[in-house]
């Protein structure tokens, strides 16, 4: 089979798994499913850029999804007037003070002569920052977090249209790639895992405890939406008139309506950077990056500075994972800090770009529809294969309860399997690079 | 001026905890750096494996306490742990069989490895949740103290209390016993000096005749076992939570990478300086502030420098430090 009719073949599989699913389980499961099989394959492009073009081991992408929800509270929630008065400008002006630290320390470090006298240098001028940063932010956080706890207690966001948060929760995912790079990249590669691991971890913890910002664990609920309310829709004569022109009844029609456009919307937000991916791969970089990521000493030897490189296609990666993130959270039209987990968030998209082809972008998206749907399809297959199995028990009985009851971890063990089963008989993936 | 209470403050929330943390910690990041020193890859499935270890030895605990058994004051689990190593060291056998054997013979490179070791940890990670789900477990039983807080005050006429947990102290004892054993087996019997040989240089090992799939086996025994204890310990410690063992991957790590990966007297320093650091940034500084300023002094504040949820926070920081200033740790451990 040619590549190219290998890759028809796999995406009809998928289409044709998306159309039983409808025909089975409704068209409102089947679209929730594509909806997220397509932010999923956004996030798998994204990872492919850093794992399959450049060969970096980035076990964070957790934490840029997360910044990628964190943009959508900050650009589209209405801006809380009282917070802002209260100590939103303190905390502010805190934070720069904390950033204008660090960066006088860096310098330091730079300027001074080695010794011990820039040792103490540093430690003093970290301390003199630090106490005078928690000194301004300490009373500021307080001040915003006190204001209406139960449902603001936070500074709000910009007010902005939610669209505007896709580009942003990228903007803001790159800033922080861009730190994270600066310092991390250049490690080992298990060392690499083990740094971005962490940063995702510390990312998740600021989201759940700094209320002033994210709300914390009270969770930020009721964000805008880029489409219509579903009531909206049903109160609209015309719509339902054109509902029953197609046989469906207004309520149906409206909730399949509103997931369709959003189908739509993360459609083209794929397609945009699969050609992009497409086109940086084919092009004089995409080679470069290749050759860096197939042999550094070479690629550094005929003159390509690879660290620049790495950092710069880290950023784009978690850049992609960070807009993936913020169209996630606007379609779940909340910001939930404890849901993010790293088997979820990172990992799995680990096994779509794996099981996808790295190196290849058709494949991740291949893989993150795929393993987005085996992942949704294996709790309830699992529920009927076990209850075929404990069958002969008789009802109540323990053991057959609790083999019901853990239907649902069986995903985690799926997934290992399907992984490690492709690692090991077909590494290179469905649709291997070319 | 009160430097004694001081001190006494400073061991109970400080000093005891991470004493016992540092232990823990230690045993986990040695299973870590032996797998790395003889099999050179970062097994990110360590925490998956300390849980399924734990899970087996809560099985085994029940299944004492139903017959009856008891080894009061001692917990059961102690005498439940050598099936949990059991069956775990036989888990790891199998699973190097079946999956990691094939990348060996084939050569690939290290982080190919860490890839194949995700997918074993999701299995793994599938595997306990299934098996003793996803929820909270208490297993320890036996004497709860070795020293309360009450009996200290009365003890010793001060105003602050020592209590001793006797999970903390049978921590540490243990931990020592396993390290005085592990460096006793490395350094003086004919398998720990082989393991030793194929680590350092394995081309001159394998001309020297040692026979590689052995000393394979023997490491994931080894691994099995460091981890089952580590995990059982922590679980009598605080608690058995399959997620929280996941997230133990970070602190054993750092613990691991700090002391230099491949080097076993660093991962017990690295465990003690990662734990020192959680416990001691995180912990309020107040009380003993009060008694050791002037009597007319107040601190400032809480003096805790970070939220006690940011503790990842300083398994990282000082990850990066280790890692810019000293790039293969504390005690030198080994390149890929």
């Not at chain 1, 000194?135 to 936070?154: K, N, Q, S």
């Not at chain 1, 015309?238 to 509902?243: I, N, Q, S, T, V």
């Not at chain 2, 099985?59 to 949990?84: C, D, E, K, N, R």
């Not at chain 2, 602190?251 to 007297?265: H, N, T, Y």
Request: with cysteine.
């Amino acid at each position: 089979m040619t590549p190219a009719l290998r890759g028809f073949a796999l995406f009809g599989l998928v289409a044709v798994l998306l159309l039983g699913t409808g025909l089975l389980q409704g068209w409102n499961s089947a679209l929730v499913i594509l909806n997220m099989g397509l932010i999923s394959a956004l996030m798998a492009l994204g990872l492919n850029l850093q794992w399959g073009f450049a060969g970096i081991f980035n076990v964070g992408v957790m934490g840029f999804v997360a910044l990628g929800g964190l943009a959508v509270v900050i650009v589209s929630m209405p801006p809380v007037t009282v917070a802002w008065s209260a100590g939103g400008w303190r905390i502010l002006l805190a934070l720069a003070v904390g950033a204008a630290t660090i960066i006088a320390a860096i310098l330091l470090w730079r300027r001074m002569a080695k010794g011990r006298r820039r040792g103490l240098a540093v430690f003093a001028l970290l301390l003199v920052g630090l106490s005078l940063y928690r000194a301004l932010f300490d009373p500021a956080r307080d001040a915003v977090e006190a204001i209406d706890p139960a449902l603001a207690g936070y500074l709000g966001g910009l007010g902005l249209p939610v669209l505007l948060a896709w580009p942003a929760g990228g903007l803001l995912a790159a800033g922080a790639a861009w730190l994270i790079g600066k310092t991390a990249l250049g490690l080992r590669a298990d060392y690499l895992a083990i740094a971005t691991l962490g940063i995702s971890e510390i990312v998740i913890a600021v989201l759940k405890n700094e209320d002033w910002l994210s709300r914390g664990v009270k969770n930020v609920v009721g964000l805008p939406r880029p489409v219509p309310y579903e009531v909206d829709l049903q109160a609209d004569p015309g719509f339902a008139a054109a509902a029953a022109d197609l046989g469906l009844d207004p309520v149906t029609a409206s909730t399949l309506a509103v997931k369709a456009e959003y189908g739509l919307l993360f459609a083209a937000v794929l397609v945009v950077v699969l050609v992009l991916a497409q086109l940086a791969l084919r092009s004089p970089w995409g080679r470069m990056m290749r050759a860096i990521r197939d042999n550094e000493t070479a690629a550094s030897a005929m003159g390509k500075d690879v660290k620049r490189r790495h950092l710069q296609i880290f950023v784009l990666g978690s850049a992609v994972c960070g807009i993936a993130g913020a169209m996630m959270t606007t379609l779940d039209g909340q910001l939930v800090p404890a849901a993010y987990q790293p088997l979820r968030y990172t990992f799995l998209i680990w096994v779509m770009v794996i099981v996808g082809g790295s190196g290849n972008n058709f494949g991740s998206v291949l893989g993150g529809m795929l393993i987005w749907f085996l992942w949704v399809e294996v709790e309830p297959l699992g529920h009927w294969l076990l209850g075929i199995v404990t069958a002969p028990l008789p009802d109540g009985n323990a053991l057959k309860m609790h083999l019901l009851g853990s239907a649902a971890h069986m995903r985690l063990l799926t997934m290992g399997i399907v992984l490690l089963v492709v690692l090991r008989f077909s590494p290179r993936g469905l649709l291997p690079e070319r | 001026m009160d430097p004694l209470n001081a001190l006494v403050v400073l061991a109970n929330f400080v000093i005891v905890p991470a004493v016992a943390y540092g232990s823990q910690l230690a045993l986990g990041a040695l299973g870590v750096t032996l797998l790395f020193a003889v099999l050179r890859f970062a097994n990110m499935a360590h925490g998956d494996t300390m849980a399924f270890g734990t899970m087996v030895t809560i099985f085994a605990t029940w299944g004492l306490q139903a017959a009856g058994v008891s080894i009061a004051p001692l917990p059961t689990a102690l005498l439940a742990l050598p099936v949990g190593i059991a069956v775990t060291a036989a888990l790891l056998y199998a699973t190097d069989h079946m999956v990691y054997r094939f990348y060996r013979r084939h050569k690939v490179p290290s982080v190919i490895l860490l890839i194949v070791s995700t997918g074993v940890m999701f299995v793994m990670n599938g595997l306990v949740r299934f098996l003793i789900g996803p929820g909270d477990q208490r297993f320890a039983d036996g004497a709860r103290f070795l020293i309360t807080a009450r009996e200290f005050e009365t003890m010793t006429g001060l105003d602050e209390g020592l209590a001793i947990r006797s999970t903390q102290a049978l921590t540490v004892v243990v931990a020592v016993v396993v390290v005085a054993w592990l460096f006793w087996f490395l350094n003086h019997t004919r398998t720990g000096k082989s393991m030793r040989a194929f680590s350092d240089n394995e081309d001159l090992a394998l001309l020297s005749g040692i026979n590689p799939e052995r000393v394979v086996a023997v490491t994931w025994i080894l691994v099995g076992a460091l981890a089952t204890i580590a995990g059982v310990l922590y679980g009598l410690d605080k608690s058995f939570m399959p997620f929280t063992y996941f997230q133990l991957l970070l602190p054993i790590f750092a613990a691991a990478i700090v002391g230099g990966l491949g080097s076993p007297v660093g991962a017990i320093a690295g465990g003690f300086v990662v734990a020192f650091s959680e416990v001691g940034v995180t912990y309020a500084f107040r009380k003993v502030a009060d008694y050791l300023l002037p009597g007319n002094l107040e601190p400032p504040g809480l003096m805790q420098i970070l939220a006690t949820d940011y503790k990842f926070a300083v398994s990282f920081v000082i990850l990066v430090i280790v890692l810019l200033f000293r790039p293969t740790g504390l005690f030198g451990g080994r390149a890929t």
